[in-house]
């Protein structure tokens, strides 16, 4: 017998590793209360059904509405500094997914303004300092239904590594400083940016407490960089953005997506939110020996907002450049593949 893999199949199995299998039996409750997201909340009166699986096929027939899925894994001492993400295939119709009481992603709006995202494969990606690293960790997911099937439907539900990830050398994926509004003055490197409030970097800005929120922003954070990358040409990766920026260092632009001018126009149509932010930093830009400061001004005209995606950091142009060509080299491959 003779198996035939899609291409999304062969595309995903080169992509992705499964580190731990998340099919099968979780802990499930209808209603909402966000405790449940909490990691030491006692699930242990819950029912246990199967995902990936309509809820509908499992004992809650004609449901529609909130509920939430809970289940626990353990993690290995190997997994340190692999790039990790937790799949949960097609949810029906919203989601929010914590992580050991953590939100590290959400798809779709729930209500009041409700949107759905039924037919969106759920891939997040697990900061490291929200891991335990050698031992219990639960996932819990919030999930709301309008209509029809709901829960989560299928898919390879799992903890994975990404073996695109691209090694940071200056990691800043952390708590950067942020503030809605507009001023040039912002990305000087002598502004005090004390009072702004702390927002995590990846993370829509949505789910950080500024729900409905269209418009200017600015993210900030500081640096300094290590001796061995003292003089190399460096590039400064600011994952995905919606939907456009202007990115500084040190006072001076490094680079910009989008064109915020025409910003009001640009934004039906435009496919900024999925362009990967890669800017090179000119050398004489950096202070080798003291602190450096990145500043991002964002403007998104629609929905979801910020700097929502990684990787983040700073790489060197030579680590950059292999991980480019090996992403293109994939590409080119998978598309021969697919017409031969």
Known sequence: MIFLMSPTDRAQAEEWKMLFDLRGKWKFEIGDDLRR?????????????????????EGYPGYDGYAWYRKHFVSSGEWIDKSLVIRLGVIDDVDEVYLNGHLIGHTGDFPPDYHTAYDVDRAYAIPEEFLSASGDNVVAVRVYDQELSGGILRGKLGVYEDLDAIHIDVPLATRWKFNIGDN????????????????????????????????????RVKFHLPEE?????????????????????????????????????????????????????????????G??????????????????????GIVTRESYMKWNDRLRREKMDFFEWLFR
Do not use: C
């Open 37 to 57: 997201a909490e990691a030491g909340y006692d699930d242990s009166k819950w029912e246990s059904i199967l995902a990936p699986s309509a809820w509908e096929y």
């Open 184 to 219: 040039r003055e912002w990305s000087a490197v002598s502004f005090d940016d004390r009072k702004w409030e702390d927002m995590k970097v990846p993370s829509f800005w949505e789910s950080e407490g500024h729900k409905d929120y269209d418009g200017f922003a600015w993210y």
């Open 229 to 289: 990358f003292q003089g190399k040409r460096l590039i400064l990766l600011l994952g995905k953005i919606d939907d456009f920026d202007e990115t500084f260092v040190n006072g001076d632009r490094i680079g910009h997506t989008g064109t915020m001018e025409t910003r009001t126009k640009d934004i039906p149509g435009s496919d900024a939110y999925q362009q990967l932010r890669a800017y090179m930093i000119p050398p004489d830009y950096l202070n080798p020996s």
């Open 291 to 312: 602190e450096n400061t990145v500043a991002v001004r964002v403007y998104d005209g629609y929905r979801d907002g910020g700097i929502y995606a990684g990787p983040i």
